[in-house]
């Protein structure tokens, strides 16, 4: 392998006159010298502290983020919120953990705002640890992580196998990704040998950790997306996938139900709706509606079993196949497409996007929502999470609101607005429609 550092040899020309300006700023800020001096003079101190502090984040993150997985996983942020601060031998003994890494712990969740200290030598919740004490959704989603840092473990080995062929297939369901050879069958999602059995939880808090996350990486766990047939996916393959999708539905839902009113649509169709989780929620904020989900086989058998217990059979119902072979069911007059697109390459999506189109009735209302790429004050989400996150995956990219605008009007949608979330981190949201 060779060398990784830039060959010293080659003078890059400065091809823009921002080139120059910027040059010199790179290499003032590059100099020891300068940073020697701008941190102690006073006029530039606290730049140079808040620059300091904004680098050693990037460093550190992956710390934080273990930090984090260990409140989740002990169920610190539940317990706290539920029995109210505690000292931090009670919490050992609760945790069944050493007190002396307790403490430990609890003082770098202090330190991460996770926790806070109070009086009498006791911890109780922090500004970023209580919005996550009640919230399921996100509690998965630090837990999932796991199959990310695998990944993410080497990036340079995920960023050079996907260049051969991210999400490429070889016809036999393997990724001909090297290196990231996908292993299908059971043994890989069966939650048991997994360690991940989602959101079964125990009766109360008495040594109940959560379950050890996921013990292989993201294509595993997303096996569809390294497939072209994945309507041949075994069920125990989908679980995993589904239940983390549907725990942090509401998440999704909360932005897209606050955004837009179903109370002028009579037949929603959910493409790609996972186990049901959102168009529950739809049937039960507009009671008129008939709620359709489309999904993988084994995925629209779960939907329906969410139907029958919630009782909504009469109104919901759920369509397995394959929404890139498969036709539709027709007749919606509005489509969802939640978390769906950024999942899939452009030529996916456009035939994707043209089934849709034909399904919908004329006139008929496409919403698609997930977190966009370039979002003012949540770039870091787009391009360095999802970017890497999906890259991981095997397939997929998250898109800005510009090239989702693109891929609409190739689809021959019209008439697309954006719908303002209240979170956009969570969730951007277009709305197109058919034309008559
Ligand atoms: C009351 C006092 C004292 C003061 C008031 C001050 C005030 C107004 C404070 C505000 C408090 C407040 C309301 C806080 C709210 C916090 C919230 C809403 C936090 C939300 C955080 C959300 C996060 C961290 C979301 C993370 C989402 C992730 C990581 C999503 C991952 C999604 C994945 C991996 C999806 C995969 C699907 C695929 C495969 C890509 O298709
Ligand atoms: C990221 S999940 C989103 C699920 C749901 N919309 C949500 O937001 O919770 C993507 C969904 O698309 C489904 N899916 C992926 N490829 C599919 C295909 N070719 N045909 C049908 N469904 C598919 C998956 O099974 C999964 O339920």
């Known amino acids: 392998m060779g060398s990784v550092s830039p060959p010293s040899d080659i003078q890059v020309p400065p091809t823009h006159w921002s080139d120059g300006p910027l040059g010199w700023r790179d290499r003032l800020l590059a100099s020891p010298r300068f940073r020697r001096w701008a941190q102690t003079f006073p006029l ?14 990037l460093v550190a993150g992956f710390v934080y983020s273990q930090v984090l997985l ?3 996983q002990l169920r610190l942020f539940e317990l706290l919120l539920a029995e109210g601060p505690q000292s931090g031998a009670a ?14 712990l609890l003082r770098a969740a202090v330190a991460l705002q996770l926790l806070e200290r109070r009086p009498q030598d006791r911890y109780g919740l922090g500004p970023l640890g209580a919005p996550l004490a009640r919230d399921e959704g996100l509690a998965a989603m630090v837990e999932h992580h796991t199959a990310l840092y695998r990944d993410l473990a080497q990036p340079l080995h995920l960023l050079r196998c996907a260049s051969a062929g991210a999400g490429a297939d070889d016809g036999d369901g393997k990724s001909a990704t090297p290196g990231r050879a996908r292993v299908s069958g059971e043994a890989a999602l069966d939650p048991e040998r997994s360690g991940y059995a989602g959101n079964s939880r125990p009766p109360d808090f008495a040594g109940a950790r959560r379950p050890e996350a996921p013990h292989e990486g993201l294509a595993r766990y997303w096996p569809y997306a390294g497939t072209d047939r994945p309507e041949a996916l075994a069920p125990v393959q989908l679980l995993a996938y589904s239940e983390l999708m549907a725990a942090s539905q509401p998440l999704v ?3 897209v139900l606050q955004a837009y009113s179903l109370q002028d649509h009579r037949r929603l169709l959910d493409v790609g709706g996972g186990t049901g989780a959102f168009a529950c929620r739809a049937a039960q904020v507009a009671p008129h ?8 086989p084994g995925v629209a058998a779960l939907a329906r079993q969410r139907f029958e217990q919630a009782g909504l059979s009469a109104r919901c119902s759920a369509e ?6 498969d036709p539709l069911p027709p007749g919606a007059d509005l489509v969802t497409l939640l978390r769906v697109v950024h999942d899939h390459d452009d030529a996916r999506i456009l035939r994707l996007l043209r089934a849709v189109r034909q399904a919908l009735v004329p006139g008929g209302t496409l919403l698609l929502a997930e977190p966009f790429a370039d979002t003012p004050g949540a770039e870091r989400m787009g391009d360095a999470y999802f ?3 999906l890259l991981a995956m095997g397939r997929g990219e998250p898109r800005s609101e510009a090239r989702l605008r693109e891929l609409l009007a190739d689809a021959g949608f019209i008439n697309v607005r954006r719908l303002p979330t209240a979170l956009p ?4 949201a277009l709305l197109a429609r058919t034309p008559r």
């Open 387 to 389: 970017g890497m996150y």
């Open 44 to 57: 530039t101190r606290w730049v140079a502290r808040r620059r300091a502090a904004g680098v050693f984040d």
């Open 91 to 104: 919490l050992a003994a609760r945790c069944q953990l050493p007190v002396m890494s307790m403490e430990r």
């Open 320 to 325: 397995g196949g394959d929404f890139f072979q």
């Open 253 to 255: 839902a909360d932005q």
């Open 289 to 296: 509606l008939q709620v359709q989900v489309f999904d993988l």
């Open 425 to 428: 981190l969570q969730a951007s």
């Open 70 to 72: 260990a409140c989740v």
